[in-house]
């Protein structure tokens, strides 16, 4: 992975987290990087709610001025 940018966690219960998040990634396996993230989520920090968007490049949200 290149880097990641649009990254949202927000509480979905008491007990259940939701992520979502682009990544610019540019290897071979899509399938099996998905997995590899899921994974790793759920086992480090207990989230299995998780919408992942991999972007070759990086979309123009990447570069976006949330400040204002
Ligand atoms: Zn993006």
Same mark, same amino acid.
């Given at each position: 992975?290149?880097?990641?940018?649009?990254?949202?966690?927000?509480?979905?219960?008491?007990?259940? #987290?939701?992520?979502?998040?682009?990544?610019?990634?540019?290897?071979?396996?899509?399938?099996?990087?998905?997995?590899?993230?899921?994974?790793?989520?759920?086992? #480090?920090?207990?989230?299995?709610?998780?919408?992942?968007?991999?972007?070759?490049?990086?979309?123009?949200?990447?570069?976006?001025?949330?400040?204002?």
């Amino acid at each position: 992975m290149q880097s990641l940018h649009d990254l949202h966690i927000w509480p979905l219960s008491t007990t259940r #987290t939701a992520l979502a998040v682009h990544l610019v990634w540019q290897g071979s396996d899509p399938d099996a990087f998905l997995d590899r993230v899921t994974d790793a989520l759920a086992k #480090t920090h207990g989230i299995a709610n998780v919408t992942l968007q991999l972007e070759r490049n990086p979309c123009d949200r990447a570069h976006a001025d949330f400040s204002s």
